[in-house]
């Protein structure tokens, strides 16, 4: 069985920099395409970054290109976001998505941004 757990979320400040990781089991992450997303009550979950099987490619979301970093390890089967800058619109849970068929999701984390 295919387990993604993120971690590393909680109550912040604003211009905060926390990392988010996502540690995957029960297969290998080495050629799985990756991504971050988030998700507010009452909307829909959008995405935030992605990166390639081999972190070659990444891309991001406008509003936190320059912001947020999106990295892997493959050989730690862990995906990261670096989270710079934060601001209380990033405020969110946080979900780690590997792009299989069907998708992978793990169960999300909060990350509170407060002013």
């Known amino acids: 069985q295919v387990q993604l757990v993120e971690s590393g979320g909680g109550l912040g400040q604003a211009g905060g920099s926390p990392r988010l990781s996502c540690t995957v089991s029960g297969r290998t992450i080495s050629n799985l395409d990756m991504g971050w997303y988030r998700q507010n009550p009452g909307t829909e979950r959008e995405v935030v970054a992605g990166?390639?099987?081999?972190?070659?490619?990444?891309a991001y979301e406008d509003s936190v290109k320059g912001r947020f970093t999106i990295s892997r390890d493959n050989a730690k089967n862990t995906m990261y976001l670096q989270m710079n800058s934060l601001k209380p619109e990033d405020t969110a849970i946080y979900y780690c998505n590997g792009r299989g068929r069907p998708p992978y999701w793990g169960r999300g984390t909060q990350v509170t941004v407060s002013s």
């Open positions: 990166i390639t099987w081999n972190g070659g490619t990444t």
